[in-house]
């Protein structure tokens, strides 16, 4: 098992930014790929970014490339996602997951194990 908490989370105006993170604990770090998705009212859950198990490779949906960075710290247990130039259209709850069934993947099935979510709300 591998027990995953999100924090960072809160409202913040639109072009500000946020940093996300997501502490792991239960299990080896490094053998788990990490993602980040998102889940905005009435809307199906997206995926945001995945990052591989040593941080190589990073992945990112169109929607946030160039505005978000993922990255990991195996040495904390611990994955990032800074978001900058944050626009109304980013307010969601962000989970983050964690799988060993996959390196960078954009579905949400790869992933073994999951957060219980942290809100954002970028007001305009």
């Known amino acids: 098992q591998v027990q995953l908490v999100e924090s960072g989370g809160g409202l913040v105006q639109a072009g500000g930014s946020l940093r996300l993170s997501c502490a792991a604990s239960?299990?080896?770090?490094?053998?788990?790929?990490m993602g980040w998705f998102r889940q905005a009212p009435g809307k199906e859950r997206e995926f945001v970014a995945a990052?591989?198990?040593?941080?190589?490779?990073?992945y990112y949906a169109n929607s946030v490339k160039g505005r978000f960075t993922i990255s990991r710290d195996n040495a904390k247990n611990t994955a990032y996602l800074q978001m900058n130039s944050l626009k109304p259209e980013d307010t969601a709850v962000y989970y983050c997951?964690?799988?060993?069934?996959?390196?960078?993947?954009?579905?949400?099935?790869?992933?073994?194990?999951w957060g219980q979510g942290t809100q954002v709300t970028v007001s305009s």
């Open positions: 990052i591989s198990r040593l941080g190589v490779t990073t």
């Open positions: 239960g299990r080896t770090f490094a053998n788990y790929a």
């Open positions: 997951a964690a799988g060993q069934r996959t390196d960078t993947s954009d579905s949400g099935l790869r992933y073994d194990y």
